[in-house]
């Protein structure tokens, strides 16, 4: 059976892409996730792993879809070699239990590793910067004004947090966490 895993880092990426392209390779059951790769513990790629049986195929799109570095790819690979499962690297092919197929798969995954943490150097050089301008300001914008909180928090005094969500917009974390700011500010 070919069994198909697709991954995105975070929550506003779209898995589409990787979707349409496993139906497309014939992917009978696909597994998908929107979880940071840095991470071990990714819930979906350790069930897809779970069901995995010799003769069956795992297919990803990319290599740094399952593997966060070059040897946590080459373990994860050698490891269904010996319970007898087929890889499928879309855009490298089918990686094969062999002395030219690991030598491959150790070259690339390399090379994803070396990606990964290039784009993390860029990142990490382009917050250095940024954090030079005088009105810098570290994470999310906020979304939504202190008048339009004031406001919510104003309603609150005579309405319920479902009615005063309903009425602004403004989430009921939202109001909690302004209402404790408030409160330990007076």
């Given amino acids: 059976m070919k069994y198909g895993y697709a991954r995105v880092s975070t929550v506003n990426q779209d898995l589409e892409a990787q979707l349409q392209a496993l139906?497309?390779?014939?992917?009978?059951?696909?597994?998908?996730?929107?979880?940071?790769?840095?991470?071990?513990?990714?819930?979906?790629?350790?069930?897809?792993?779970?069901?995995?049986?010799?003769?069956?195929?795992?297919?990803?799109?990319?290599?740094?879809?399952?593997?966060?570095?070059?040897?946590?790819?080459i373990n994860t690979v050698k490891a269904l070699f010996e319970r007898g499962v087929k890889v499928h690297v879309l855009n490298m092919g089918l990686v094969e239990d062999t002395p030219t197929g690991r030598l491959i798969l150790t070259i690339m995954s390399g090379f994803a590793e070396f990606e990964r943490d290039m784009i993390v150097e860029r990142t990490q050089e382009g917050k250095?910067?940024?954090?030079?301008?005088?009105?810098?300001?570290?994470?999310?914008?906020?979304?939504?004004?202190?008048?339009?909180?004031?406001?919510?928090l104003h309603l609150l005094e005579t309405h319920?947090?479902?009615?005063?969500?309903?009425?602004?917009?403004?989430?009921?974390s939202t109001l909690i966490r302004a209402k404790k700011k408030l409160q330990s500010a007076e």
């Fill in 23 to 73: 139906k497309n390779e014939g992917c009978e059951v696909i597994h998908s996730e929107k979880f940071t790769g840095t991470k071990a513990d990714r819930p979906k790629f350790k069930e897809v792993l779970s069901k995995l049986e010799s003769g069956d195929t795992l297919v990803v799109t990319k290599l740094d879809r399952f593997a966060r570095s070059t040897v946590d790819a």
């Fill in 128 to 152: 250095a910067i940024a954090k030079q301008r005088k009105d810098f300001r570290e994470g999310r914008p906020n979304k939504f004004t202190k008048k339009q909180i004031d406001h919510a």
């Fill in 160 to 172: 319920s947090y479902t009615q005063v969500e309903d009425l602004t917009g403004i989430s009921k």
